[in-house]
């Protein structure tokens, strides 16, 4: 991520940030950026990054959203 933007942050949440993660389970990260998400997610896929992450591309106003409804979130 940091390669597509250095001041993009990432973070972790849902049940592998709570520990509570099965095998079927995804993994979701959200990441924190001011670029495009259609962009970032087909780079991220490029790259090899597949199931079972689940992203989440959002701005800062986004991000303020998510804070308030995601309690588990964790900065990685």
Not at 38 to 60: M, Q, T, Y
């Amino acid at each position: 991520m940091k390669r597509l933007d250095s001041n993009g942050k990432l973070f972790l949440f849902g049940s592998t940030s709570r520990g509570e993660n099965t095998l079927a389970s995804d993994i979701d990260i959200l990441i924190l950026t001011s670029l495009d998400p259609s962009f970032v997610i087909a780079n991220l896929r490029k790259a090899g990054f597949d199931d079972p992450f689940e992203f989440h591309v959002v701005d800062n106003s986004r991000f303020e959203l998510y804070k308030r409804f995601i309690k588990d979130l964790k900065e990685i």
